[in-house]
């Protein structure tokens, strides 16, 4: 454990020495190439306008999202009607997204536990 624990400080302290190195080339970098989202001037009142243009321009997107999720769904009842003429191939391309979404259930499961597979903590 002691062990694991000075492995990583010294990772921590790389990271740390890289980022005070490189950090400020990298941030210039982005934001020069993304000036073109920039406001300018970056008042107070022109943030909370983005951010409530944002609140509701989301908001405003439920009912499409809304009727594609009830569009999808009667798709779906309509493949489990005719599952008898269901082809071989989509029969797996079903198994595969089952399958993907599982993992990234488990996956998530995991990172939730603090990156444990047993949910054991040392």
């Not at 259930?105 to 603090?114: F, N, P, Q, S, V």
Request: glycine content about 6%.
């Amino acid at each position: 454990m002691a062990s694991k624990l000075h492995m990583l400080r010294s990772k921590a302290a790389e990271v740390s020495s890289f980022l005070s190195k490189n950090g400020t080339k990298y941030y210039k970098e982005a934001l020069e190439k993304n000036k073109q989202y920039i406001q300018d001037p970056p008042t107070i009142e022109k943030c909370q306008q983005l951010s409530n243009q944002l609140l509701y321009t989301r908001l405003a997107s439920i009912p499409n999202r809304y009727d594609a999720f009830w569009k999808e769904l009667n798709q779906l009842k309509q493949l489990v009607k005719r599952r008898k003429e269901l082809k071989t191939e989509d029969m797996g391309i079903a198994a595969l997204f089952g399958v993907e979404c599982f993992a990234w259930y488990w996956a998530g499961e995991i990172i939730g536990r603090g990156f444990t597979v047993t949910g054991y903590h040392v």
